[in-house]
């Protein structure tokens, strides 16, 4: 039971540490008047750039623990932003050979989460 205590503990401290990673480079990168969002781009990027890194290091060789791997890859990464987790799933699914999935999980992912987002938003107008 410790070990999933201790499991909890490091994707919370990851994704604290990335969560405040996100925000200072939302503060350092803003839309710059542009209208165009810098910041969240620059993390999305940044953040495939990591967990590809660190997932494939953990896989591929023993440099990184499996306790890294999840204040790492699942914690930071997954605090800092969860669109590398959505990017390195499309992947793994790719590279397994499931292009059915993987095209499923992606599109469906998008179009649902911006169907979803208005749904939301329409939903929340009816309130106010």
Do not use: H, K
Request: a neutral charge; one cysteine or more; glycine letters at 14%.
């Amino acid at each position: 039971m410790t070990e999933r205590y201790a499991a909890f503990l490091l994707v919370g401290a990851g994704g604290f540490a990335g969560a405040v990673a996100r925000y200072l480079v939302a503060l350092a990168l803003p839309f710059i008047g542009t209208g165009f969002p810098f910041g969240t781009l620059a993390v999305n990027v940044a953040g495939c750039l990591l967990i590809g890194f660190i997932s494939e290091l953990s896989i591929t060789s023993s440099l990184v623990s499996p306790e890294l791997r999840l204040l790492f890859a699942t914690g930071f990464c997954g605090g800092f932003t969860t669109f590398s987790s959505y990017m390195y799933e499309t992947m793994s699914l790719l590279r397994d050979g499931e292009m059915l999935y993987a095209s499923i999980y992606l599109f469906g992912s998008i179009i649902g989460g911006i169907l979803c987002l208005y749904l939301g938003m329409q939903i929340a107008r009816m309130w106010t």
